[in-house]
């Protein structure tokens, strides 16, 4: 299923999640999370987004353009402790579910394993590897049919998280899944990796060029191609 920018736009706003309540790893659900960068990095590629419950807008920059142009209300959600993690894991927690993280590098893995296990010791970590192994189908029905986490968690960057995602639903995980981006990484280096004040202003963006280099590269590149998709759809009335 190879979605086109209006395809996958128009799913992506089918899929918006309403409040915070949508989020709890409660019965079955996949939840993963697209900005500029991340939908224009997954056009074109195999992924079924129809297959996920909810697609959360990670960034104000979407949020803003749908309300200019489609006045439609959307909700910012990020999978971080400032907005959805700090719910989810500790809903997990009460409920003693258990959790495999997969994702980010061994070193940094290892420390976020460390924090999550102190900060919420009834959510038992079942198994976790990082994001760079080999994820083929014995791995995967591996950690359905013998591990059988409650919650799933990945954060292997945009495109292959959802991809892998995916994977898992197609071979019958009937649990949660939530992709998380980068949250892995940055809670190594940090729990709470973006301050109050940052949040408080909208100014995440600002900060993560300042914390990661890399990310000016990804506005510079992806951002203007999001937006002209998005206008040149808006103007053909594709997306509304």
């Known amino acids: 299923m190879n979605l086109s920018f209006k395809e ?3 799913i992506f ?11 709890l790893p409660d019965g079955t659900k996949y939840i993963t999370f697209l900005n500029p960068f991340t939908l224009e990095k997954s056009l074109g590629a195999n992924i ?5 419950t909810f697609i959360a807008s990670d960034g104000f920059f979407i949020k803003k353009l749908v309300w200019i142009f489609l ?31 997969l994702g980010s590098t061994e070193e940094s893995l290892t420390k976020f394993v460390s924090i999550y296990s102190i900060k919420y010791p009834d959510s038992k970590v079942v198994f976790y590897c990082n994001g760079f192994i080999d994820i083929n189908d014995r791995f995967i029905l591996n950690i359905i049919n013998t591990i059988k986490p409650d919650v799933i968690l990945i954060g292997m960057g945009a495109r292959k998280q959802d991809e892998v995602a995916v994977r898992f639903i197609n071979k019958k995980y009937l649990g949660v899944i939530y ?29 993560r060029i300042i914390k990661e280099p890399k990310v000016i590269k990804r506005i510079l590149l992806f951002y203007p191609k999001f937006l ?9 009335k594709d997306i509304e």
């Open 8 to 10: 996958l736009f128009n």
């Open 13 to 23: 706003l089918a899929k918006q999640p309403e409040a915070n309540k949508d989020f």
């Open 48 to 52: 079924d987004y129809n297959k996920f």
């Open 71 to 101: 006045k439609k209300r959307i909700i910012r959600y990020s999978f971080d402790f400032t907005s959805v993690a700090t719910n989810v894991f500790a809903y997990m927690n009460r409920n003693k579910k258990t959790i495999f993280i």
């Open 179 to 207: 992709t998380c981006g980068g949250f892995i990484h940055q809670t190594s280096m940090n729990e709470i990796f973006y301050p109050s004040y940052i949040n408080k202003y909208n100014l995440r963006f600002l900060y």
């Open 228 to 236: 002209f998709h998005f206008i040149f759809s808006f103007l053909k």
